[in-house]
């Protein structure tokens, strides 16, 4: 009876600590949307810019801080000026893309949805491949 407990007790314990270590898995491409995030806010083009992926950096090197025009201009303002925002579920669709959710307050306290493609770039890291807002219904605090 006790090993039984003992062992129910041990795989709760494991239950508990999976979903902080999926959360740790993801930590790399988070880093890199709060980066991008952080920099957008910042109005830092080169810096937003070193978080796209390569399609992007070599579209825009010569002018970073066109980025940031591109970005607000292709409907993304609610990003680039958001109060704040949260990481929701993400996929593996690769070993070397992953689909990332990502929940924005905008700055009318709006609530917006960001599905975020990420790819694991050779000598790169993480960059952003691309991503697709639409507004959430709802009003964010």
């Known amino acids: 009876m006790r090993a039984i407990l003992a062992l129910m007790m041990m795989m709760m314990m494991m239950a508990l600590t999976l979903p902080a270590a999926g959360?740790?898995?993801a930590?790399?491409?988070?880093a890199v949307v709060s980066g991008q995030i952080g920099a957008l806010h910042e109005q830092d083009g080169?810096?937003?810019?070193s978080f796209a992926s390569e399609g992007f950096r070599t579209q825009f090197a010569e002018?970073?801080?066109?980025?940031?025009?591109?970005?607000e201009a292709s409907g993304y303002g609610p990003i680039v000026y958001s109060r704040s925002h949260s990481?929701?579920?993400f996929e593996r669709?690769?070993?070397s893309v992953v689909a990332q959710v990502v929940k924005f307050v905008g700055p009318d306290q709006s609530l917006y949805e960001a599905l975020y493609q990420l790819g694991d770039e050779p000598g790169q890291g993480w960059r952003v491949l691309g991503v697709a807002l639409r507004k959430a219904p709802g009003i964010g605090i």
């Open 87 to 89: 990481f929701g579920s």
């Open 23 to 25: 959360q740790d898995d």
């Open 93 to 95: 669709v690769s070993a």
């Open 27 to 30: 930590a790399p491409w988070q």
């Open 46 to 49: 080169p810096r937003a810019l």
């Open 63 to 71: 002018q970073p801080e066109a980025f940031l025009i591109a970005v």
